[in-house]
T-cell receptor
Framework: AQKITQTQPGMFVQEKEAVTLDCTYD???????LFWYKQPSSGEMIFLIY??????QNATEGRYSLNFQKARKSANLVISASQLGDSAMYFC???????????????FGQGTILTVHP | DGGITQSPKYLFRKEGQNVTLSCEQN?????MYWYRQDPGQGLRLIYY???????QKGDIAEGYSVSREKKESFPLTVTSAQKNPTAFYLC????????????FGPGTRLTVL
């Protein structure tokens, strides 16, 4: 069975510092997609970044980058130059057998609450 | 502006009543999804639909029903058979085959009184 694990219930970071949020996964599939979402207190899930399992380069989107280590089955999110508005819950998610019979279904981790201090 | 809308934002239900949560998208996405989120938890899949007039059960479908009569709309009914319906409900649609990225609506918070 596929599983996503986020081992950090909460993380603290100083404003303008970088922070890494951990995500590990377990799957025997060769084709899968990795996603990170941000959920502020309002509740909406905001898509941040995507990485395909066959992508050789780590994905980047502005201040967000995904540290993808396929052999270790990890997909950590790095936020550079943290801002107060980054305080939120962050979820790692995956769809397995991407493009095949998964129908795009996402499996989510438990989330990490990030607090940015001024 | 393209996006996903959900209504109402807050919903209160008495025990034994069915309620329907609305989800509409104008992104021209074929696939749509319903998730449930309990406090401090991740999201769990309730139902999903790949095309109009077709839908499948997710991991926690018991006590829920859906319909997909139009591409733009995917309403979720929480029936009286759902034992613990108080939760935050999120609807999503998927852009297609390239990245399978799902985009979410703002959510509906359901409370059973």
């Amino acid at each position: 069975a596929q599983k996503i694990t986020q081992t950090q219930p909460g993380m603290f970071v100083q404003e303008k510092e970088a922070v890494t949020l951990d995500c590990t996964y377990d799957t025997s599939d060769q084709s899968y997609g990795l996603f990170w979402y941000k959920q502020p207190s309002s509740g909406e899930m905001i898509f941040l970044i995507y990485q395909g399992s066959y992508d050789e380069q780590n994905a980047t989107e502005g201040r967000y980058s995904l540290n993808f280590q396929k052999a270790r089955k990890s997909a950590n999110l790095v936020i550079s130059a943290s801002q107060l508005g980054d305080s939120a819950m962050y979820f790692c998610a995956m769809n397995f057998n991407a493009g095949g019979t998964s129908y795009g279904k996402l499996t989510f981790g438990q989330g990490t609450i990030l607090t940015v201090h001024p | 502006d393209g996006g996903i809308t959900q209504s109402p934002k807050y919903l209160f239900r008495k025990e034994g009543q069915n309620v329907t949560l609305s989800c509409e998208q104008n992104l021209n996405h074929d696939a749509m999804y319903w998730y449930r989120q309990d406090p401090g938890q991740g999201l769990r899949l309730i139902y999903y639909s790949q095309i109009v007039n077709d839908f499948q059960k997710g991991d926690i479908a018991e006590g829920y029903s859906v319909s997909r009569e139009k591409k733009e709309s995917f309403p979720l009914t929480v029936t009286s058979a759902q034992k613990n319906p108080t939760a935050f409900y999120l609807c999503a649609s998927r852009e297609g085959q390239l990245t399978d990225t799902q985009y979410f609506g703002p959510g509906t918070r359901l409370t059973v009184l």
